[in-house]
């Protein structure tokens, strides 16, 4: 190993600037989540005991999740962690195997970048045309934007992902 340490699985456990940002990123979702989770418990409390929950928390757990979710995905990348199936290639030589992977690392940072082109463009349009959730009126583009930049940083983890695959390899 280089003078990364040995992480979870004998894979290398980096340390760089991505790894770091990933990592914060991942802790900031889980924040969100850990807020949203007790914001619905809460309602649902406010609900059987005054018949009255907070209005509008369905739109709030929409707009969490989604930027929840896009704050986990570089993170699973950067450690493999992503769903694969490996049915056929178990027993195929490692070359194979890698070449497989730096494949479909590569099909994945194209969709990565296709869905973080999209967003910029959904963001874009909802910032100037002022769109906003139905209750509570929060202006959404903002978090179709921050889910965009998310996208485009898992396109960086990516292709972090596959340059490293081929570092091990060596």
Known sequence: MTSETAGEG?????SGPIDRLARGLAVFGGMVMLATAAMVTLSVLMRWLFKSGISGDFEMVQIATAVAVFSFLPLCQLGRGNVFVDTFTLKAPAWLNRGLDALWDLVYAGFALLIAWRLGL??????????????????????????????LFLVLATLTALRRLFRTAS
């Open 122 to 151: 959904g963001a874009y349009d909802a910032i100037a045309s002022h769109t906003s959730s139905m209750v509570l009126a929060i202006p959404i583009g903002y978090a179709i934007a921050a889910t965009a930049a998310m996208a």
């Open 10 to 14: 004998g894979r290398p456990a980096a």
